[in-house]
């Protein structure tokens, strides 16, 4: 007989997986009324560098 797998077994998991390279980025904006808002993105890693010129255009 066989044996059976147990549904907690980690067998396979993430083996065929493909794996993006992303930053975090998160930039502070102030608010009219003089508080801080904090904006996070998640972008790919070749893309932070026009994402931090952009959000500091908007400033």
Do not use: C, H, W
Not at 15 to 34: D, F, L, M, R, T
């Amino acid at each position: 007989m066989a044996k059976k797998v147990s549904k907690n077994q980690r067998t396979d998991r993430g083996k065929n997986k493909q794996s993006k390279k992303v930053a975090k980025i998160v930039v502070a904006e102030k608010k009219e009324n003089g508080q801080y808002r904090f904006v996070q993105k998640i972008v790919p890693v070749d893309q932070v560098q026009e994402e931090l010129k952009a959000s500091k255009a908007l400033l």
